[in-house]
């Protein structure tokens, strides 16, 4: 007999592997080659119908911080977008995302491979399995936890050889940085963190900011003058 409803399956796309996640059984992990369909290909056979949702290490995403023109109208978002990551990143070619309900203020934009979401859509029609959500790690850290972020701060998501930093003040998006590191640890992250603030314009630092750590080695290197820093629970 059939469920009455489809099972959700959570597939993570690490830096270097596939995390296949399912109730009631162990995490399967595979090694994450060069070829994206091949990779998925090897994942085992999944029930038809099944939700899918994929969340994509920040070593594989690309983000912005994006400023809207005055006058944008609706149908010239996806336009300016895919320019501002191709003037920055190259031609990729990008599958760009952006908060579709942020009009005004400043919002977060990010890029994934074209050839990574083609792979996945391709991969989900031939399993019969419903392609439910395709999500950068970074904003999904930052949307488990912002319950408990309040304020002006950053949060930096950390994960093997990389560290991500989305830096608000007064309830907007000031900066966002993702680079390579040696050690994904607070030392990086702190590193990081002076880096964005050197881009802030002279007498706009955030007032009693936190700097939120998500992820990775905790041990933590000398904050920038008036930061101290809250450890918390990295978002699964």
Do not use: F, H, N
């Given at each position: 007999m059939s469920p009455l409803w489809p099972e959700t399956i959570h597939l993570g796309i690490s830096p270097d592997t596939l995390r296949l996640h399912r109730r009631g059984a162990p995490e399967l992990r595979l090694p994450l080659g060069e070829d994206w369909a091949a990779s998925l290909a090897g994942l085992p056979a999944l029930p038809r119908r099944a939700r899918l949702r994929v969340c994509v290490a920040d070593r594989h995403v690309r983000y912005l911080r994006l400023v809207w023109p005055p006058g944008l109208r609706a149908e010239e978002r996806a336009a300016f977008v895919s320019h501002r990551f191709q003037a920055v990143f190259g031609?990729?070619?990008w599958a760009v995302l952006a908060d579709r309900d942020a009009i005004c203020l400043p919002s977060l934009g990010a890029a994934l491979p074209a050839g990574l979401l083609d792979a996945l859509t391709a991969f989900a029609a031939a399993r019969r399995?419903?392609?439910?959500?395709?999500?950068p790690a970074f904003p999904q850290a930052y949307n488990a936890l912002r319950a408990r972020i309040g304020g002006d701060g950053?949060?930096?998501r950390l994960e093997s050889?990389?560290?991500t930093l989305g830096l608000w003040q007064d309830g907007q998006w000031r900066a966002v940085?993702?680079?390579p590191v040696a050690q994904a640890d607070g030392a990086a992250a702190a590193a990081c963190l002076a880096?964005?603030?050197a881009t802030l314009p002279a007498g706009e630092a955030p007032s009693d900011p936190v700097l939120y750590l998500a992820g990775g080695d905790?041990?933590?290197?000398?904050l920038p003058?008036?930061?101290r820093c809250e450890r918390l629970e990295a978002a699964a």
């Open positions: 031609a990729g070619p399995l419903r392609l439910a959500g395709c999500e950053a949060l930096a050889g990389r560290v940085r993702s680079q880096t964005l603030l905790p041990a933590l290197a000398d003058a008036g930061w």
